[in-house]
Structure formats: structure tokens, C-alpha cells
T-cell receptor
């Protein structure tokens, strides 16, 4: 058990809708990362927060946004969903910034129909 | 930005044989190189990591080597077992005020009993 909790585990929704994915980092970790993993694809970095502040952005679409709250949990908001947004979304946390091991949750599987 | 290439994409070995997965990176500033194992239905888990001031690191049947001059690093698994079957990802990152780990595309390892 990595200590990172992601909810929900599965999400099925229709095109055009909006969803929110939630992540609770491992106790003591200040950094939260969001990654997208499409079928047979690698891990695509979306965004990173450190102690409530956005620190790095990857190939995150404008339809997607995230935030990290004072209690350090994070939410990833996906809007105007398209079929191509169907993927596994992983949250990871680490103690520090980029040279610390990442601890991944078990992901949220999003299916857009 | 950083680019990480991972080879091979699939690898099949007999139980008891060794497996080697190789990665190259582009940014000479990268100084942290973790390896993650992803089992079906789970998030990636750190199995071993190495920092740029070390050339080799071992943990039981798993070892990682780093060649900073050539900008490549490799994962070695000896005496493979069926439970080693999984997807393995390499990553590279460097310590800055804002950072992220860049992942390779993954290697699907199958260990045949």
C-alpha cells in the first residue's frame, strides 16, 4: 500500500460532461503529481503541486484544471469531456520536488461514452 | 525538456534467466533515475533508484547501472520469477524549484515458467 488514495476507482460519463478526481497524498508528502495513462501508453505528466502551489505543467489540456488544498489533498477537474479523454488517471505524491521517489495511487479509470 | 527512451518495449524470458531493460535520457542535468514496476490494475511502484553520483546500485535480484557520460541507465533482473512479470518504467528528473519525472514508454516483461 503506497499510502496514496484516489477516488473514485471507476468513473463512466458521457461526452461533454465534467468530472472531478480526488487524491489524498501519503502522510507527510507535500508534492502531488497527476499523470494520464491511455491504453498501451506510457505515463504522461499533467501537472504538479507543491504545498498548495502549482510547480510544473506538462501537456495538460485547457479543459483540465487542478488544485491542491490546504490539507494537501488534490483534485483534478476534467470538463467538456471527449471520447479521447478515456484513460487511467494517476495521482502520485512525494516528500520533495522532482528528485524524490513518487508514490502512486491505484488510479481512477475514466470511461467517456 | 527531458526526453527518455526505453528499450525494448516487450521482453519475454524463461524463468531463471536474466532480463535487462535500457533507457537513455537527453538532459545532462538529470540526476535522479528511478525504476517503477506496474502490475495489472495497480499504480506504478518504485523498485529501485539511483542518483548521479553513483554508478551502480543493487537490491537482491535487482540492480541498476548508470553511465552519465553516455546518458544511459539500465535495469538488471537476475533469476527471474513469474511474479516479475509486469510493466517496468524508467524515469529521469533533476532537482529544481519546479520539476517532474519524465517517464520512458515502458517495457512489458513476461517471465515464462
Amino acid at each position: 500500500d503506497s499510502g496514496v488514495t484516489q477516488t473514485p476507482k471507476h468513473l463512466i460519463t458521457a461526452t461533454g460532461q465534467r468530472v472531478t478526481l480526488r487524491c489524498s497524498p501519503r502522510s507527510g508528502d507535500l508534492s502531488v503529481y497527476w499523470y494520464q495513462q491511455s491504453l498501451d501508453q506510457g505515463l504522461q505528466f499533467l501537472i504538479q503541486y507543491y504545498n498548495g502551489e502549482e510547480r510544473a505543467k506538462g501537456n495538460i489540456l485547457e479543459r483540465f484544471s487542478a488544485q491542491q488544498f490546504p490539507d494537501l489533498h488534490s483534485e483534478l477537474n476534467l470538463s467538456s469531456l471527449e471520447l479521447g479523454d478515456s484513460a487511467l488517471y494517476f495521482c502520485a505524491s512525494s516528500v520533495g520536488l522532482s528528485d524524490s521517489p513518487l508514490h502512486f495511487g491505484n488510479g481512477t479509470r475514466l470511461t467517456v461514452t | 525538456g527531458e526526453n527518455v527512451e526505453q528499450h525494448p518495449s516487450t521482453l519475454s524470458v524463461q524463468e531463471g534467466d536474466s532480463a535487462v531493460i535500457k533507457c537513455t535520457y537527453s538532459d545532462s542535468a538529470s540526476n535522479y533515475f528511478p525504476w517503477y514496476k506496474q502490475e495489472l490494475g495497480k499504480g506504478p511502484q518504485l523498485i529501485i533508484d539511483i542518483r548521479s553520483n553513483v554508478g551502480e546500485k543493487k537490491d537482491q535480484r535487482i540492480a541498476v547501472t548508470l553511465n552519465k557520460t553516455a546518458k544511459h541507465f539500465s535495469l538488471h533482473i537476475t533469476e527471474t520469477q513469474p511474479e516479475d512479470s509486469a510493466v517496468y518504467f524508467c524515469a529521469a528528473s533533476f532537482n529544481t524549484n519546479a520539476g517532474k519525472s519524465t517517464f520512458g514508454d515502458g517495457t512489458t516483461l513476461t517471465v515464462k515458467p
